[in-house]
């Protein structure tokens, strides 16, 4: 009888050396075979389930995304009011789950893929937006009309300081961004 269950064990599993391989080596110069190597499978399966390289990478930054969604629909759950929502959006971004040096690795090259990749660039276009949206809807009540130049602000110091702490490497990097965004956050909405 065949196991009708593996295909999404394998696929998670080729999505989580894909991130290790990326951390490990700092760029997308991995193999397929390298990564299948690090899930325990052959090449062929890999490519059997994602067909090339590119996919395996796309399918590693979704789940990448879908776990930065989870922290923050779980962060916003629990905050009260358009300010302790704002800050919930921030807190989740540079939060343990996104700051490890395999995701920060993982985001240096999706950013350069999206430069030459048309699905890898659609899917930073829908982090983009859905960031941009989660901090416009709590800081239209706050500052009126000044909230899309502010929204754009905030999202560009969150993914400047993203990159440019973990960069740096250093155990505190989220926790000191987090603290920068938020203080930033305070000027926009005392202005």
């Not at 276009?125 to 989660?134: F, P």
Request: charged share 20%; with cysteine; glycine share 10%.
């Amino acid at each position: 009888m065949p196991k009708l269950g593996m295909e999404p064990i394998r696929r998670a599993a080729l999505v989580k050396a894909t991130i290790a391989e990326i951390g490990r080596t700092g760029s997308l110069e991995v193999t397929v075979s390298q990564i299948a190597k690090r899930a325990g499978m052959s090449s062929a399966l890999a490519h059997h389930y994602f067909g090339s390289k590119e996919q395996i990478f796309l399918a590693a930054m979704r789940h990448v995304l879908t776990v930065y969604g989870a922290e923050v629909r779980g962060a916003l759950l629990m905050a009260e009011g358009p300010r302790a929502r704002l800050a919930a959006v921030i807190r989740a971004g540079f939060g343990p789950a996104n700051f490890r040096p395999e995701v920060i690795a993982a985001w240096l090259n999706f950013y350069v893929l999206a430069r030459t990749s048309a699905d890898a660039g659609r899917l930073l276009a829908v982090y983009q937006g859905r960031l941009r949206s989660n901090l416009l809807h709590d800081l239209r009540p706050l500052i009126g009309a000044r909230a899309p130049d502010a929204a754009d602000r905030i999202a560009g110091l969150i993914d400047g300081l993203y990159l440019h702490k973990g960069l740096c490497l250093r155990p505190d990097g989220g926790q000191d961004a987090t603290r920068l965004v938020l203080h930033a956050l305070d000027l926009e909405l005392a202005a």
